[in-house]
């Protein structure tokens, strides 16, 4: 990854910036679109909770600890998943050749089944009064995690 990032900041190209400076937060409210190999599910909630369209290129069959279907079917529908180098080249030769159409198809995908499943925070900045939520619920009044998850998830 560090060969590809100096190879892209040489080659100078004028739609691509490198910054491996900033914080990622910085890095993704300034991107259109956000291109990442990364196995780290936070990664995937930042650019997903940033309302930004997310290219991934990550193999799950690879990955030590297998992805629950039902994970893999959700992050499947919230982003555009590669999940082999060729369907990564083939996405990036499309953007290349077809970038607005392709990044309005991007922009599209219906993301909000997955920031309902998996995102504390959804943009709201109410993370830490769900989180009370939950605890006062679950903790406070004796009620079961299951009772909890019943009343409040939607698990179609």
């Known amino acids: 990854i560090e060969g590809t990032t100096r190879w892209l900041d ?36 930042e650019v997903i909770v940033a309302n930004k369209p997310m290219i991934l290129y990550f193999d ?8 629950l279907p039902h994970m893999v079917t959700d992050l499947d ?5 590669c ?6 080249v083939a996405s990036s030769q499309r953007l290349v050749e077809d970038g607005a159409v392709f990044l309005r198809e991007l922009q599209r995908i ?13 943009g709201a900045g109410q993370c830490v009064d769900r989180a009370i939520t939950f605890l006062n619920e679950v903790c406070r009044h004796g009620k079961s995690v299951k009772e909890w998850e019943g009343a409040v998830c939607d698990h179609s």
Not at 60 to 67: I, R, S
Not at 83 to 88: A, M, P, V, W
């Open 110 to 122: 219906n993301t909000k089944a997955f920031k309902r499943k998996y995102i504390l925070d959804r």
């Open 10 to 45: 040489q080659a100078n190209l004028k739609s691509i910036r490198i910054d491996a400076t900033q914080p990622l937060e910085k890095l993704i409210k300034k991107s259109d679109i956000v291109i990442t190999d990364t196995s780290s599910g936070t990664t995937w909630n």
């Open 60 to 67: 799950d069959l690879q990955w030590p600890v297998p992805l």
């Open 83 to 88: 999940k082999s180098s060729e369907s990564l």
């Open 77 to 81: 529908n919230a982003c555009h998943w």
